[in-house]
């Protein structure tokens, strides 16, 4: 792909010990400075492919560079850019605020700085946390320290596995905005998420992973437009039992008791529509129209077809 | 070599020493004082002394290389435990850092704490007996190479160890049996014939006698030989802590 690839895989295949083959043969460049989001079911293989990058996983096969760098002959490079937020909360609760921040720090070479580590910690609304044990922190606090920790050591790469999974609104928004400020300043980000809303609001481009596969990586705006679907709702002025002959070839089908045609068609790239002529038809079949509108599928409707869709199964 | 991960790591492992003073200091401070009471005073005022040595300080070398090999274990063998259990081990394996700094800072952090203990327990002694010291450059060597190496052996056991059961089963087994029957509370030359060859397998023997070299000059074995000893156990501890982490040994699946 482009040269600007900051993060490039090539052919990563995992099989884990038990025999399950996790990841196959996936292709990926992650551009500089952009936000990507890794949708895909429970089971799918998105921890795997970023615990991989991050050197938690060895892969089966394949070569992954990031900033140009073997992840593997020359991991200290690698990983010295990489900050990781993992799905679990995993933290040693015996240890304090900001003592685990400043640990992380050291273990990925970077003198102390607790001037530096102060403002992260008030950045991420935790200043009256700081001295507090870990273990005396709500889930979403814990949450925000690993966010901390993965940062600490200011990473040009963050991960977020599930950053906002058991997070309750109002702090999910702070995530948002700090996914943003980070983007701001040129980091790149890579997240995993089930809330499609959340690929929607804050990624560049959009990646859907199922059963180990990498089914695409598009543009968030050229995916709802390539595989977007929009529906056209008739609302008839009287019920009818069946679709007139005439209008078979539209592929309708009858909702609400007879009363609307619904009428499915791919939009965008400028392609005929076909409305203009349903609708003329619908009338000269003798059919009186009541109403019209129309619904635009969100990403999540693109999602669910992608991976139900029989030929990736 | 990433210093900063090395020192971050130390520095945490003490602070979990720290944390918890009073159980990582007082006890071996206790627990000497009754082995003084018991078998120095109690019952050592009945045994004649041990060529030239009094029974109370002939007990020291070995009381503390009692303390030394199961404390080195137990810390080195919790400390990288723990994360793993807790599953913190991740951040670890993701930073910029090879197996020889995670050892040097799980490894040196264990070996340090034991050797604060081990020094408490000499200054402890001396307040019930009194020591001598005959080659405190031997006796140092000793100290810090049995620190060191089971503190390494003991770091095998908690990266080997998958539960609480495991981690506890081969010190508890197999270390104190031999600690106790390696000769700390005696001279392998007061057992019957027999057993003093069986004896000769038990590589814990080597150590005792040459630290108790080191301050009396009193040995079941030669010197050398203990010194050899206790260093391919540590040429074998470095290997195969080598080797699991070449192989990624239940820290990379
Ligand atoms: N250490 C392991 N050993 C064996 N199989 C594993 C291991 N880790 C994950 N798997 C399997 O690999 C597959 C992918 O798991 P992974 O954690 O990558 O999924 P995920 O997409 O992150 O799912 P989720 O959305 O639930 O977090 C799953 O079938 C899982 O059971
Ligand atoms: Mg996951």
């Given amino acids: 792909m482009t040269s600007d690839a900051i993060i490039s895989i090539r052919n990563l295949s995992k099989t884990y010990e038990n025999g399950h083959q996790a990841l196959k043969s996936v292709e990926l460049d992650v551009q500089r400075g952009e936000i990507l989001a890794l949708l895909g079911p429970n089971g799918a293989g998105k921890t795997t492919l970023i615990s991989t990058i991050c050197g938690l996983v060895r892969p089966s096969t394949g070569t992954i560079t990031v900033d140009g760098f073997d992840t593997i002959k020359q991991f200290r490079k690698t990983r010295e850019i990489i900050g990781l937020v993992p799905q679990e909360l995993t933290l040693s609760v015996f240890d304090k605020v900001r003592d685990t921040v400043a640990f992380s720090r050291g273990l990925f070479g970077k003198p102390p700085a607790p001037a530096y580590i102060d403002k992260l910690l008030d950045d991420l609304s935790l200043h009256d946390k700081k001295d507090a044990m870990l273990m005396t922190l709500s889930g979403g606090m814990k949450r925000r320290v690993l966010i901390a920790k993965a940062l600490s050591h200011e990473p040009s790469i963050l991960f977020l596995d599930e950053p906002t999974a058991g997070v309750d609104v109002e702090l999910r928004k702070d995530m948002w905005k700090l996914v943003d400020g980070l983007r701001q300043s040129g980091v790149t980000i890579i997240l995993t998420t089930h809330y499609i809303e959340e690929a929607e609001e804050i990624a560049d481009r959009v990646g859907v992973i199922n059963n180990g596969e990498l089914l695409l990586v598009e543009e968030k705006r050229t995916l709802m437009q390539k595989l977007g679907k929009k529906r056209l709702m008739v609302e008839l002025a009287e019920s009818v039992t069946t679709i007139p002959a005439s209008l078979q070839k539209y592929g309708l089908s009858l909702e609400m008791d007879g009363r609307t045609l619904v009428y499915t068609y791919r939009a965008g790239e400028g392609k005929p529509t076909g409305i203009t002529r349903l609708l003329s038809d619908i009338s000269e079949s003798g059919l009186h129209l009541q109403d019209v509108k129309t619904t635009e599928s969100s990403l999540e409707d693109i999602f669910v077809d992608l991976v139900r869709s029989p030929e990736h199964q | ?253």
């Fill in chain 2, 1 to 253: 070599m990433n210093i900063q991960a090395i020192r971050v790591i130390f520095l945490n492992e003490m602070r979990r020493t720290r944390n918890s003073i009073l159980q990582s200091v007082a006890s071996p401070v206790i627990s000497t004082a009754l082995y003084f009471i018991v078998f120095g005073a109690a019952i050592g005022s009945r045994i004649q002394s041990i060529e030239g040595v009094s029974y109370g300080v002939f007990i020291v070398p070995g009381l503390m290389m009692l303390s030394l090999l199961t404390q080195s274990i137990s810390n080195a063998a919790f400390g990288i435990f723990f994360p793993k259990f807790n599953g913190t081990i991740y951040e670890v394996m993701s930073a910029p850092i090879s197996f020889v700094e995670i050892v040097i800072g799980y490894v040196g952090a264990s070996a340090t704490k034991s050797l604060i203990i081990g020094t408490i327990i000499l200054i402890t002694a001396s307040f019930f007996v009194d020591l001598r010291i005959e080659h405190p450059i031997w006796m140092v060597t000793f100290f810090v190479l049995t620190c060191i190496s089971f503190s390494l052996f003991g770091f095998i056991i908690g990266l080997w160890a998958d539960n609480f059961e495991k981690l506890q089963l081969i010190p508890l087994l197999i270390i104190t049996p031999l600690v106790f029957l390696g000769g700390s509370f005696y001279s392998v030359d007061m057992l019957p014939a027999f057993w003093q060859k069986v004896t000769l397998f038990n590589p814990v023997l080597y150590l005792i006698s040459g630290f108790r070299w080191s301050f009396f000059e009193v040995s079941d074995v030669s010197v050398g030989l203990s010194l050899a000893m206790i260093l391919s156990f540590l040429a074998a501890c470095m290997t195969l802590v080598w080797f699991m982490f070449k192989t990624g040994y239940k820290l990379r699946s």
